[in-house]
């Protein structure tokens, strides 16, 4: 299993904060699971989690794409930072 | 190196704060500090009240990374970050960036370092009340470059 979890402005348009979901069998990569979440999901989703400035954390570091998962991973997908 | 991270809802005082990190070593020289504060008007509208949400875990872990960072470029005694979240009203204090060390150099560079990298890689999003309703508060570029600029200074 992973936790997926969407922060600020995405959660809001997901309407979901946290989901935990089974990892597909074999290497997955982040952009793997990326297409396989919008999938299974409303169109709306690609949209989101498409968009060109969405940064990608897997366990508190940010990834790219080709990221490789791992079972028991914290996933996290969140705009751009604006604290301070 | 002393290092304290908090991420909290309630306030804190500056002068207690300074006076704590002070005590944590004598060879202290130099301690700079920034405060950072709600102003009441963004990009031409009224704000009456902010809401701060963050990523608990990343946020501590990765303002902890950043005055490492901070200590492997400049000889620091300590440094003390705070930062608010949950819901903030005009002219509160926001965040606490206060170093220590032994000349006022290294103090006031990791100051400003710490707080251009916190506000560019610090997973915290602001939403603004404002009179005609909520907005989230966009990422400016200058923040990045202003982070950017530290690693250009390296070249």
Redesign the interface.
Known sequence: MVTV?F???IREQLGVDRLSLALPEGAVSLGAFKLQLLANNDASWAEVLLAD?V?K?VN?Q?VDDAYMLQDGDEI?F??????? | MYALVSVQTQDFDVGAELAALREQSRQIGAVASFV?VVRDINEGQQVTSME????P??TE??ISAIIEQASQRWQLLGARVI?RVGLLQATDQ??LVAVSSMHRGEAFSACEFI?DY??????????EQTPDGER?????CT?QSAAERWSEADH
């Open positions: 979890l922060f600020a402005r400035n940064v954390a508190h940010v996290a969140f705009p751009p930072v604006t604290g301070g | 950072g701060l949400e963050h990523y875990g990343m872990s990765s930062h926001i965040v707080m916190l506000k560019a890689r610090a997973p915290f999003w602001k939403k989230w508060v966009d990422a400016r923040d």
